[in-house]
């Protein structure tokens, strides 16, 4: 079965320090990786995704990730956060072999201090 | 080009009645989603429609039915609403690419609803 973890419920970062939300997953297979943010009252956004190839992605708004298969994480990071940034983050993993089904970590609420 | 919508944005049932949420997308995906989101818990997977004319059941169907009415529209019906299924419901798209896999979503609004 595919799982998504975010270990961390909350992350509180300063304005002009680097971010990082952490996520891990588990699938029986490869695996697709994703990163969706979601501000308040709206849906969820598409920041970045792994398919194959090159383990560093970027995405929008400044965001990249890395996939790192020995120890199964795909971490979100941002060289120099934002107050705009603050909001919802998830992590989502699909199985390639396992169908259409797509599974969502529970979220990591980003607080960018000014 | 408006993406995914969804109505209503808000609704608010009694325990027992029943309900239509409508979703629609014009970016010709062939793949469609019902989420439900949950405080902590994220998105969970309630029915997905992979192509017009196939519906299947994800993590949380029980209590809920859906209707792909065509390629551009996916309806989820609570028949008989309870106070468990309070959560904000997202609609998402997808579209289909090179070995029948999908690939990014993208989701609606979302729709409020409290079962008092």
């Known amino acids: 079965a595919q799982s998504v973890a975010q270990p961390e419920d909350q992350v509180n970062v300063a304005e002009g320090n680097p971010l990082t939300v952490k996520c891990t997953y588990s699938v029986s297979g490869n695996p697709y990786l994703f990163w969706y943010v979601q501000y308040p009252n709206r849906g969820l956004q598409f920041l970045l995704k792994y398919i194959t190839g090159d383990n560093l992605v970027k995405g929008s708004y400044g965001f990249e990730a890395e996939f790192n298969k020995s120890q199964t994480s795909f971490h979100l990071k941002k060289p120099s956060a934002l107050v705009s940034d603050s909001a919802l983050y998830f992590c989502a993993v699909r199985d390639r072999n396992y169908g259409q089904n797509f599974v969502f970590g529970p979220g990591t609420r980003l607080s960018v201090l000014p | 080009n408006a993406g995914v919508t969804q109505t209503p944005k808000f609704q608010v049932l009694k325990t027992g009645q029943s309900m239509t949420l409508q979703c629609a997308q014009d970016?010709?995906?062939?793949?469609m989603y019902w989420y439900r989101q949950d405080p902590g818990m994220g998105l969970r997977l309630i029915y997905y429609?992979?192509?017009?004319?196939?519906?299947d059941k994800g993590e949380v169907p029980n209590g809920y039915n859906v209707s792909r009415l065509n390629k551009r529209e996916f309806s989820l019906r609570l028949e008989s609403a309870a106070p468990s299924q309070t959560s904000v419901y997202f609609c998402?798209?997808?579209?289909?690419?090179?070995?029948?896999?999908?690939?990014?979503?993208?989701f609606g609004p979302g729709t409020r609803l409290t079962v008092l």
């Open positions: 970016m010709n995906h062939n793949s």
């Open positions: 429609s992979a192509s017009e004319g196939t519906t």
């Open positions: 998402a798209s997808s579209e289909m690419i090179a070995g029948g896999s999908t690939d990014t979503q993208y």
